[in-house]
């Protein structure tokens, strides 16, 4: 690897003075999470390859209460990839069966949400404990915190959940109400701030929390006083970088105009060598980007995570998608060119 290859972790910068979050949880667990962190490098750096994923994240159950302008839920169902639709969700036998799979051949974290709201799943902390008692590492689920309860906040700080991960992207109403097409920001703010309070209060150092901020030119002048109000409240915050998920859809440039605040790019993926997504309807895909929605490589009601992983279609993935323009599958190129603008020339990498 060379010093000018981009991986697509580097998109994303861990924020605050507590250092790496997994130094931190190293600390709660031992030295088992050096040893995740240090396998998860080598895939990332080495595109090495292990007998089985060292992270998976499950969609347990299909849906969001939010239909954020830069997401794919945004979309009419008819015109994106997902094949998923209401009422689709991993039972938790079958989630137990992967689980406990997964652990007999190195899966060291998990996941639980998607392209989904995870708090949908009223009894999440159930799939929380089962995981971390069959002795899955790392727990984690990103939320946009408005369905948090004081009753639903408690059960998962006592859960075993590691990180909890809190999608804000704004430090006033008006921003939050552009981005998220909703009215609830201080519902946002409070519910996260409460379930700080909560933690603090029972004195629990885990589950690890973290406020999001996906820089874009809609909320750029705002990150000032986002950083300002989280810091000493919160344990970390992530800044992270736009991708628009309408690459060769209609509404594409419209998100581009109002949205796209600066180019980046990546040249190295190394998610197919260290992750895999499970939807809601139990397709398998190569990583957690919108784009894998169309490199489905299998199905868990069909087959198992361990056989997926170390498919002929899994190997011929990796052997492509870091590989020049021509032989990238065109959802590869089509990633790559959601975090450039058209101007950028990356556009034509898609056609």
């Known amino acids: 690897m060379t010093v000018n290859e981009k991986h697509m972790d580097d998109l994303v910068k861990t924020l605050f003075d507590r250092g790496d979050p997994y130094e931190v949880l190293e600390k709660e667990q031992g030295p088992a999470v050096r040893e995740y962190r240090r396998k998860w490098k080598m895939a990332g750096e080495h595109l090495s390859e ?22 794919i839920f945004n979309l009419p169902a008819e015109e994106w990839d ?26 060291c974290s998990i996941a639980l949400n998607g392209y989904n709201e995870p708090l949908l799943q009223a009894d999440i902390v159930k799939y929380i404990d089962y ?15 408005l369905l948090l309860t004081e009753k ?38 409070k519910n996260v701030t409460d379930f700080v309070a909560l933690k603090k ?4 150092a885990l589950p690890l929390t973290r406020v999001s901020f996906v820089e874009t030119k809609v909320n750029h002048m705002e990150l000032e006083d986002f950083v300002s ?5 919160i344990d970390f915050f992530t800044v992270q970088t736009f991708f628009n998920p309408f690459v060769g859809k209609d509404n594409y440039e419209k998100i581009e105009s109002e949205y796209r605040l600066k180019d980046t790019s990546f040249s190295v993926c190394a998610e197919p060598y ?12 190569p990583c957690c980007s919108n784009y ?60």
């Open 229 to 233: 109000y989280w810091r000493n409240k």
């Open 292 to 351: 894998g929605l169309g490199l489905v490589v299998g199905n868990i009601y069909q087959d198992s995570v361990y056989n997926i992983w170390n498919s002929k279609k899994m190997k011929e993935l990796r052997s492509k998608i870091n590989g020049s323009k021509e032989v990238q599958p065109e959802a590869c190129r089509k990633c790559r060119a959601s975090v450039m603008s058209p101007k950028s020339g990356m556009k034509e990498e898609t056609s």
């Open 82 to 107: 997902y094949k998923a639709r209401p009422g689709d969700k991993i039972s938790f036998e079958k989630y137990q069966e992967v689980v406990d799979e997964g652990v007999r051949h190195g899966l």
């Open 201 to 204: 209060t029972a004195g629990k």
């Open 50 to 71: 292990f007998q089985y994923p060292l992270h998976l994240n499950f969609e347990l159950v299909y849906g969001c209460n939010l239909r954020c302008e830069f997401c």
């Open 274 to 285: 260290q992750r895999l997504m499970i939807t809601c309807d139990g397709n398998v895909l």
């Open 131 to 145: 995981a971390r008692k069959a002795g899955v590492l790392d727990v984690s689920l990103h939320t946009n915190g």
């Open 152 to 189: 639903m906040s408690r059960a998962l700080i006592d859960s075993g959940l590691t990180m909890i991960m809190f999608s804000i992207d704004a430090a006033t109403g008006k921003t939050y109400e552009k981005i998220r097409q909703s009215r609830d920001f201080n519902k946002a703010i």
